[in-house]
C-alpha cells in the first residue's frame, strides 16, 4: 500500500474517534469503526513503511487520539450531552394517603357519581358509591379504594 493510503486510513480513523469522542459520544459503532481504521493504518504503516515509521505513527496516533479523549472529557464537553440537574419532586404514594378518611371537604363540580371536591386548599378527584350529589355539598371520605377516593354526602 502506498503512503496516501495509510494516511488516510489514518486520518479517516481519528475522524471517526473525534466524532465518537466529542460529537456523539456513546454510541460505540463509530469508534469502533475509527479504532479498527486507526488499527489498519498503523498495521499497514509497519508493512509497508518500515518500522521506524510505523513507530512513528503509532506513538502519533496514540498522542492524538490521548488527547481527542482528554478534550472530549473535560467537564464542560460532558454538560452538553449529561444530565446535570436533579429531580427533587415526590409522587404521591397511594399507600400514604393524603386524605384520611373522615376528612371533610365541599364539591365543586357535581358528582355523578365523580367529580371534583376541594379539601382545604387541595383538589381532589373523587368518587362516590353511585349516588349523585350537588355542586357545593359537603362531603366526607369514607376511604381510598383501588387509588380512589370515595366520599359520601353529609347529612
Known amino acids: 500500500m502506498d503512503w496516501l493510503t ?21 454510541t460505540t459503532v463509530v469508534g469502533l469503526v475509527g479504532f479498527g481504521l486507526l488499527a489498519a493504518g498503523i498495521w499497514f504503516g509497519y508493512r509497508d513503511l ?15 487520539t490521548g488527547a481527542l479523549v482528554y478534550w472530549g472529557l473535560r467537564p464542560q464537553n460532558l454538560n452538553r450531552v449529561a444530565l446535570t440537574q436533579v429531580n427533587h419532586t415526590k409522587v404521591q404514594d397511594v399507600r400514604h394517603p393524603d386524605v384520611l378518611p373522615g376528612t371533610l371537604g365541599r364539591t365543586l363540580s357535581a358528582l355523578r357519581p365523580a367529580g371534583t371536591v376541594l379539601f382545604q386548599d387541595d383538589r381532589r378527584e373523587v368518587t362516590t358509591r353511585g349516588e349523585f350529589v350537588p355542586a357545593g355539598s359537603a362531603v366526607r ?11 359520601e354526602l353529609v347529612a
Open 50 to 64: 518500515g518500522s521506524s515509521t510505523g513507530h512513528i505513527l503509532l506513538v502519533g496516533s496514540l498522542l492524538i
Open 141 to 151: 371520605v369514607l376511604g381510598i379504594e383501588h387509588n380512589r377516593i370515595v366520599v
Open 6 to 26: 495509510i494516511a488516510l486510513l489514518l486520518f479517516f480513523g481519528l475522524v471517526f474517534l473525534a466524532a465518537e469522542v466529542i460529537f456523539i459520544p456513546g
